[in-house]
Each structure stands twice: as structure tokens, then as C-alpha cells.
């Protein structure tokens, strides 16, 4: 149920380049990796947000201009195994704000899991459907 | 003079939203078929009563797995309280202030009273970025 295939962000990725992404692709947030696909920290909107206010605040886009997904990702982030039963994973997000979490294997990142994913999953198990990979 | 860009430019005029009396599992059928996270739930006057997002299709749904009961209730007993209404001449500064104070992610803007639309923190950032990046 976890995505393997999902946006990343390189950590020297400009800001800009990365809300235009996140906007064109209709998504919240990515992961944030190093140039080794390792990861490094998770970009949702709201950090995004907390930057372009200040830059609207100055009316000046030049605050962000030398700005890259690192400075703004959450270094600090919860990741969970790929081997996690479903509700185990659901209990996580019923208790946390956050949106998604890397999925990591003997520490690497080996997909992604979003709320919706979730969510999705667990229809689909009381619905009696097989949930496929 | 260049004016403030305000709410009324950027929000969403027409929206999905919920009946408190529509039957949870069709809600839930509506934000998954429409790939919503969450849409306000509105009262038969057109007025926002509350909030349904995924956690708490999220809690139905562990409810039914857990204990193989179908919910037979409604919206209005699994609905977050519906986030404070803004004007649409709120400036845009003014709601990304609100969006970073709060947990919420999308407002219904209100004008005398009336449902008028619904901005999203994914509007608002995309708003801001085109009035940085290309308004001269």
C-alpha cells in the first residue's frame, strides 16, 4: 500500500522550483534526499508557507531566493518499516498532524505512505478487497 | 498604487461540500472519489457547521475494521468544528497568518453572513508564489 514511485526533492533544490513543482503536481509535500537517494528531511506546505510569509511580509521575493528545500524541510520526521501491519500505521497518523512518512528498510528509503494511502488501504480491507502492493 | 491582494482574487467559488445529515459512509465515498482531503460540511441555510477530513474517515474506518460494524450514522456526529469564517477582503497576508497560527488547512470566507467561498492553504501558497514571482 506504500507508493515506491513518489516525488523527491534533492536538498540543494531551490524553494522556488520546489512550490512550483509541488503546485504543478497538485501534491503537499516530498521527501527531501541527498545526492545518494538517502533521506534527509520531509517538505510539507506549511513550511513553505512559513518562509513565503515572510518574504510577502517584506514584499520582497529576493528573501527567497537563495532558499533551498534543506533549509526549510523537517530534519526531525517519523518513518515507519515497510513490514508495518496497516493499523499499526493508521494508529501513527491518528495521532500525529503530519501527512506522510518515508519508508525506510534497514535504513533505506524504500517508498512513501501518505494518510490517503491509508485511508485507501482500509476501505478496500472492510470492503473484503485485497489490498495490493 | 498597487493594491493588497486580498482573499476574494484567490478562493474557490465553487467547492465540494456536505450535508450534516448525509450518511458518513457516502461522505467518505465523495472525499475519496473526489481525492479531497477534507471539505466543510454545510448546513441546509448554505452556513459552514463543521469540518470533515481524513483523520476522521480515518476513525470511522478503524471502527468498522475493528468491529466489523457498519456506521449508520451521520456527518454531524463524526465532523470537526468548522474553522472561523474570514471575509474575502482579507488580505492575503492576513490568512497566511491565520493558516500558520492554526492546524487547519482550508476556511470558508464569509461575506454578510453568506457563504461566498473556501480558500485553501494550498491556494494561499500558490497565490503568494504568482504575486512574488510574477506580478511587476
Excluded at chain 2, 33 to 48: H, Q, S
Aim: hydrophobic share 40%; with cysteine.
Amino acid at each position: 500500500m506504500m507508493q515506491k514511485t513518489f516525488l523527491k526533492f534533492e536538498s540543494d533544490t531551490p524553494l522556488k522550483e520546489a512550490v512550483t513543482i509541488l503546485g504543478r503536481k497538485r501534491l503537499f509535500g516530498a521527501c527531501v534526499v541527498d545526492r545518494e537517494g538517502a533521506i534527509l528531511g520531509v517538505l510539507s506546505e506549511k513550511e513553505c508557507l512559513k518562509l513565503y510569509y515572510e518574504a510577502f511580509k517584506e514584499k520582497n521575493a529576493e528573501y527567497l531566493e537563495n532558499k533551498t528545500v534543506s533549509d526549510i524541510m523537517r530534519a526531525e520526521f517519523k518513518t515507519v518499516p515497510s513490514t508495518m501491519n496497516l493499523f499499526d500505521v493508521a494508529q501513527i497518523f491518528l495521532n500525529n498532524e503530519f501527512r506522510r512518512m518515508p519508508v525506510l528498510d534497514s535504513g533505506k528509503l524504500v517508498g512513501q505512505i501518505t494518510r490517503r494511502d491509508i485511508v485507501w488501504a482500509i476501505q478496500k480491507y472492510v470492503r473484503g478487497e485485497t489490498i495490493q502492493d | 498604487m498597487s493594491q493588497e491582494p486580498v482573499v476574494a482574487d484567490y478562493m474557490d467559488k465553487e467547492f465540494v461540500t456536505l450535508s450534516p445529515e448525509l450518511s458518513i459512509n457516502k461522505a467518505m465515498g465523495v472525499l475519496m472519489k473526489k481525492k479531497l482531503i477534507a471539505a466543510l460540511v454545510v448546513d441546509e441555510k448554505g452556513l459552514p457547521v463543521g469540518l470533515l477530513a481524513e483523520n476522521d474517515c480515518l476513525k470511522v474506518l478503524l471502527n468498522q475494521a475493528y468491529y466489523n460494524q457498519e456506521p449508520e450514522d451521520t456527518v454531524k456526529n463524526y465532523m470537526q468544528k468548522a474553522p472561523e469564517a474570514i471575509p474575502s477582503t482579507t488580505t492575503l497576508l492576513e490568512v497566511a497568518n491565520i493558516f500558520l497560527k492554526n492546524r487547519f488547512r482550508r476556511l470558508p470566507v464569509m461575506d454578510s453572513g453568506k457563504l461566498v467561498g473556501q480558500i485553501t492553504r494550498r491556494d494561499l501558497l500558490r497565490a503568494m508564489h504568482r504575486q512574488l514571482f510574477f506580478k511587476k
